[in-house]
């Protein structure tokens, strides 16, 4: 035991001296409030049993929910704006004759979560270094736990948006956060593989919400057909209160917060079975001080910066996130069953089809794990780019054919409605996760990925607010200008894009032709690290 203390930082001669470090560069000031909200202890104590696969595997899991999440909200929305139930109670006042809601009121009731989500992905920067990850994850569950259980007892249409807006805050905090840990937690080698991973939970979140969605139709005339799935929700988000006690904060955080016992533990135990001598576990915490060194030494990006030295790597990440909206991914999730029931098909039959569609949704997001190295970012998404158009252009022909009959119009729509979530999947849904979390130094990385989270909320509430007016004023034609945006989107990723697979950091810094992370740097880190190396003991 007290040579796994020795290996300590500051216990020890292989590490850098840990109050030297802290001593070397001025830190940031917290305000009097900061401090008081910021964690004083972390227990790092896991049962023997527990190895770091399954602990590795929780963490994923936990982090991983917080996307399951917010897919589950999508797909919950699409099925309810074609329950006859729910439309019954919070839109009775806001139909035609025809039993069509009000295209503005679908809009509102749609769009008021991803205004939230932006507010709360922008303040949720400052309170993920002051909290931690896994504080800001719990405050996420517990928002989202909240308003299902308003929504699913809300009296009228003015309570349900009330709820909404609130699990859109949820959804602003759990969006920001898990890309963070799931990059902190994971060795550097599988951190293309991890965000994988979590855009494939979202999916799977969506995919539980259409078959959710779909059971509990059945219940109609009763209220469970709508309630249903925010008793399932509310389940989901008490999982991931539950966990959050469980699972440990990230090591990059404890590291970079004073903590530097608990980070080195932490990384044990996700990585060398809690053995803190383990090789592995010791390169990795001596490559996190020095990038906690380095951030100190650089100073925090401002935002003034972001906009100028590191302004093409915002352009790439935000327009990553713009087009990943614009190209109509949420035109399909959010309206799917709306579309294929105006098309011709049953309530019934429009939510199995549904269904089924977010079964290879799933499916299609695999292949881009090893894709995305192996091809590279920029050719997945000229790819997707091309492909989606095309689709999206035979939806429309499906759509408007007169000379179609109803049952031809509803299934060539769907038809290519499924390859087209294929297509984004394996290109679009997963890539503009990935370019923010790689493209900017460590200094600007948490700014960085709150724009582009705010870039995904701000053009997700443009898409669902204006896709109902869109529908209803030109029909299927609506489809042809997302056609233009992925023509766009392509020029644009042809153009203005850089390839960062399989390039270093260091390489990334000189494509973009910025300094962060150059030569020059590197030396003046290493020798600032060296000047605190305690003179190794001779035996």
Same mark, same amino acid.
């Given at each position: 035991?007290?040579?796994?203390?020795?290996?300590?930082?500051?216990?020890?001669?292989?590490?850098?001296?840990?109050?030297?470090?802290?001593?070397? !560069?001025?830190?940031?000031?917290?305000?009097?409030?900061?401090?008081?909200?910021?964690?004083?202890?972390?227990?790092?104590?896991?049962?023997?049993?527990?190895?770091?696969?399954?602990?590795?595997?929780?963490?994923?899991?936990?982090?991983?929910? @917080?996307?399951?999440?917010?897919?589950?909200?999508?797909?919950?929305?699409?099925?309810?704006?074609?329950?006859? $139930? =729910?439309?019954?109670?919070?839109?009775?006042?806001? %139909?035609?004759?025809? @039993?069509?809601?009000?295209?503005?009121?679908?809009?509102?009731? $749609?769009?008021?979560?991803? !205004?939230?989500?932006?507010?709360?992905?922008?303040?949720?920067?400052?309170?993920?270094?002051?909290?931690?990850?896994? &504080?800001?994850?719990?405050?996420?569950?517990?928002?989202?736990?909240?308003?299902?259980?308003?929504?699913?007892?809300?009296?009228?249409?003015?309570? =349900?948006?009330?709820?909404?807006?609130?699990?859109?805050?949820?959804?602003?905090?759990?969006?920001?956060?898990?890309?963070?840990?799931?990059?902190?937690?994971?060795?550097?080698?599988?951190?293309?593989?991890?965000?994988?991973?979590?855009?494939?939970?979202?999916?799977?979140? &969506?995919?539980?919400?259409?078959?959710?969605?779909?059971?509990?139709?059945?219940?109609?005339?009763?209220? %469970?057909?709508?309630?249903?799935?925010?008793?399932?929700?509310?389940?989901?988000?008490?999982?991931?209160?539950? /966990?959050?006690?469980?699972?440990?904060?990230?090591?990059?955080? +404890?590291?970079? #917060?004073?903590?530097?016992?608990?980070?080195?533990?932490?990384?044990?135990?996700?990585?060398?079975?809690?053995?803190?001598?383990?090789?592995?576990?010791?390169?990795?915490?001596?490559?996190?001080?020095?990038?906690?060194?380095?951030?100190?030494?650089?100073?925090?990006?401002?935002?003034?910066?972001?906009?100028?030295?590191?302004?093409?790597?915002?352009?790439?990440?935000?327009?990553?996130?713009?087009?990943?909206?614009?190209?109509?991914?949420?035109?399909?999730?959010?309206?799917?069953?709306?579309?294929?029931?105006?098309?011709?098909?049953?309530?019934?039959?429009?939510?199995?089809?549904? @269904?089924?569609?977010?079964?290879? &949704?799933?499916?299609?997001? /695999?292949?881009?794990? &090893?894709?995305?190295?192996?091809?590279?970012?920029?050719?997945?998404?000229?790819?997707?780019?091309?492909?989606?158009?095309?689709?999206?252009?035979? !939806?429309?022909?499906?759509?408007?054919?007169?000379?179609?009959?109803?049952?031809?119009?509803?299934?060539?729509?769907?038809?290519? $409605?499924?390859?087209?979530?294929?297509?984004?999947?394996?290109?679009?849904?997963?890539?503009?996760?990935? /370019?923010?979390?790689? !493209?900017?130094?460590?200094?600007?990385?948490?700014?960085?990925?709150? /724009?582009?989270?705010?870039?995904?909320?701000?053009? #997700?509430?443009?898409?669902?607010?204006?896709?109902?007016?869109?529908?209803?004023?030109?029909?299927?034609?609506?489809?042809?200008?997302?056609?233009?945006?992925?023509?766009?989107?392509?020029?644009?990723?042809?153009?203005?894009?850089?390839?960062?697979?399989?390039?270093? +950091?260091? *390489?990334?810094?000189?494509?973009?032709?910025?300094?962060?992370?150059?030569? *020059?740097?590197? +030396?003046?880190?290493?020798?600032? %690290?060296?000047?605190?190396?305690?003179?190794?003991?001779?035996?």
């Amino acid at each position: 035991m007290e040579a796994n203390k020795s290996m300590r930082l500051g216990k020890g001669n292989e590490h850098p001296s840990a109050t030297a470090v802290e001593n070397s !560069v001025p830190r940031p000031e917290l305000s009097k409030l900061e401090k008081a909200m910021k964690p004083k202890s972390f227990s790092t104590k896991y049962p023997t049993w527990v190895s770091s696969k399954i602990l590795m595997a929780l963490t994923s899991f936990y982090s991983s929910l @917080g996307d399951f999440l917010f897919g589950f909200d999508q797909g919950i929305m699409a099925g309810l704006l074609v329950n006859s $139930v =729910f439309k019954d109670r919070f839109f009775s006042n806001y %139909m035609d004759a025809s @039993g069509t809601i009000s295209p503005n009121i679908t809009g509102i009731t $749609v769009a008021c979560l991803q !205004v939230s989500a932006g507010i709360a992905a922008l303040s949720c920067s400052r309170l993920c270094d002051i909290l931690g990850r896994r &504080y800001c994850m719990r405050i996420g569950g517990f928002l989202y736990f909240i308003a299902a259980f308003i929504q699913a007892f809300s009296p009228g249409l003015a309570c =349900f948006i009330v709820g909404r807006t609130i699990q859109g805050f949820g959804v602003g905090f759990l969006s920001m956060t898990v890309p963070v840990i799931q990059s902190e937690i994971a060795a550097g080698h599988k951190r293309g593989l991890m965000v994988g991973i979590e855009f494939t939970f979202n999916i799977i979140g &969506y995919a539980t919400s259409c078959w959710v969605d779909y059971g509990f139709f059945f219940h109609i005339p009763s209220n %469970m057909s709508w309630q249903g799935p925010y008793f399932v929700q509310c389940s989901i988000a008490f999982l991931l209160l539950s /966990l959050s006690a469980i699972v440990p904060e990230t090591p990059r955080w +404890l590291a970079a #917060n004073d903590f530097p016992s608990e980070a080195l533990q932490t990384l044990a135990n996700l990585h060398g079975n809690g053995n803190i001598e383990n090789d592995e576990v010791v390169a990795m915490n001596i490559e996190i001080q020095e990038a906690v060194l380095y951030e100190r030494h650089l100073g925090s990006a401002s935002w003034t910066e972001m906009f100028t030295i590191y302004r093409h790597r915002t352009f790439m990440a935000m327009t990553g996130q713009m087009f990943a909206q614009l190209n109509g991914i949420n035109v399909i999730s959010f309206y799917l069953a709306s579309s294929l029931s105006n098309a011709g098909f049953s309530t019934e039959k429009s939510l199995l089809y549904a @269904g089924y569609n977010s079964i290879i &949704y799933i499916f299609a997001t /695999l292949p881009t794990w &090893y894709l995305a190295d192996k091809w590279g970012r920029r050719p997945l998404l000229m790819f997707g780019s091309i492909a989606m158009a095309v689709s999206l252009s035979l !939806v429309c022909m499906f759509t408007e054919l007169a000379s179609l009959s109803v049952l031809q119009r509803a299934n060539g729509m769907f038809a290519f $409605v499924v390859v087209y979530n294929a297509i984004f999947g394996a290109t679009w849904g997963p890539i503009p996760w990935l /370019l923010p979390a790689e !493209v900017f130094p460590l200094r600007a990385r948490a700014k960085g990925m709150s /724009l582009a989270t705010i870039a995904n909320w701000c053009f #997700n509430f443009a898409i669902g607010m204006s896709s109902p007016a869109a529908f209803a004023k030109i029909h299927g034609y609506y489809y042809l200008i997302i056609v233009g945006f992925c023509l766009i989107s392509l020029v644009m990723v042809k153009f203005m894009y850089i390839e960062t697979a399989r390039v270093t +950091l260091e *390489e990334i810094a000189i494509q973009f032709g910025d300094r962060a992370f150059e030569h *020059e740097d590197r +030396l003046e880190l290493r020798e600032i %690290m060296d000047s605190h190396r305690p003179v190794e003991s001779k035996v």
